[in-house]
């Protein structure tokens, strides 16, 4: 990224996948790799389950979503919200969901999961070469832009 992200797209151009983070009844973190189906001006949407704990996790509770792509990672906190908004189930189905859902979009079973996103930081940093040069010549490797954006 050359220049600075400001909005939710930006952050996450070209990410496929992100690391989705909950907590359990106990209160332990729980984080598993979820399908990022959507980028909207202020959401980040997957299709689920909606007796999978992710589902059960989410819904009007404080998230984290966590994505690592081409040298930039991104933590964005924010707040779960399912549904079973069938439009948008209709819109975004394709043939990934049905490997790990049953009955497809008409299914009321398969939720819809929106993170609301509150705010996100980033960091983007050179490529591998820099380090491989930090090496050789004992310098640090340059770190790259890092920020927070309020969302």
Do not use: C
Not at 36 to 53: G, M, Y
């Amino acid at each position: 990224m050359s220049d600075q992200p400001t909005t939710l797209a930006d952050l996450v151009e070209g990410a496929r996948f992100a690391m989705f983070t909950t907590q359990d009844a106990d209160g332990t973190l729980v984080s598993r790799p979820m399908t990022i189906q959507e980028v909207t001006d202020d959401a980040l949407v997957f299709i689920s389950q909606a007796k999978t704990d992710v589902s059960l996790q989410s819904d009007g509770k404080q998230v984290n979503l966590a994505i690592a792509e081409d040298g930039r990672w991104v933590s964005i906190a924010g707040v779960g919200e399912v549904s079973d908004d069938h439009a948008t189930k209709e819109r975004l189905w394709n043939s990934a969901n049905d490997a790990y859902t049953d009955g497809g979009p008409e299914n009321p079973e398969n939720v819809v999961i929106r993170v609301r996103a509150d705010s996100a930081e980033y960091w983007d940093t050179p490529g591998g070469l820099g380090i491989v040069k930090a090496r050789l010549t004992g310098d640090k490797p340059q770190l790259g832009e890092h920020g927070t954006v309020d969302l």
